[in-house]
């Protein structure tokens, strides 16, 4: 029956508990800490046109499709050039603004359609492989 009375009588335990409450409260406040947003996975597609396609000298304009905003889109192009576009916000609409531009091949117009490859990723995932020049390309000539 002696037992309690020492502990009523303890104040340095309950000073001790508080800091210990103290640091409980630290340490709740540091769990709720911002969740960490899984990267988004893009969902879209890609796609290449030039200005048009009988026009050997203008840029290929490439269309980035992807649902995630603030997108990292990486567009490269087998014969060399690669463009990234940090932050991308285009979407899927009807008429969207091209993602980046690659210069044409070198000495087009090239032999055969689909001879080069436009690759497009967005946060590292494969978007689309785009062949080139398409089947357009060729109807000028």
Known sequence: HQKPP???KNPPSSNNNNNDDDEEEDEEDND?????????????????TSASACDT????GVFACSSCPNSLIEISASWGPVVVVNNYNGGCVAEPDPAGYLPQPPNVPPDSEGQFTITVRANGQLLGSIPWPDSSYFDCF
């Not at 000298?57 to 290929?60: A, F, L, R, Y």
């Open 32 to 48: 709720p800490a911002p969740p960490v947003t899984p990267p988004c996975i893009p969902t879209g597609d890609a796609s290449a």
């Open 6 to 8: 020492p502990l009523a």
């Open 57 to 60: 000298s203008s840029p290929i």
